[in-house]
């Protein structure tokens, strides 16, 4: 593990930084002391993400089964003008309906 004063360091910190970028250490000191230590910054490879299965959204949800369109009425507005509800009532005349 070599060690530079900083005089040393300054002059010749790029040869330095590719020391510690091969896996060296490299030590500046000062006045005799080691104050600094140059290691290598180790990154990681990011993980790679699963790829989805064909057919399922980004939650893993697949399409619905057939079951689940039986018990659904033909048509939403009719049964929601039978009702009688005052919020959906008002949804036709303000061309939300489904003659929009």
Known sequence: MPTYNIYEAKTSF???????????????????????????????EPAVPARRVFGQNATGCGPLPAEFYEDLPLDMWEVLAEDGDSETAGEEANGWGPDR
């Not at 790029?14 to 140059?38: F, H, N, T």
């Open 14 to 44: 790029s040869k330095l930084v590719e020391q510690a970028a091969r896996g060296e250490e490299v030590v500046i000191a000062k006045a005799g002391r080691p104050v600094l230590r140059m290691v290598p910054i180790v990154v990681e």
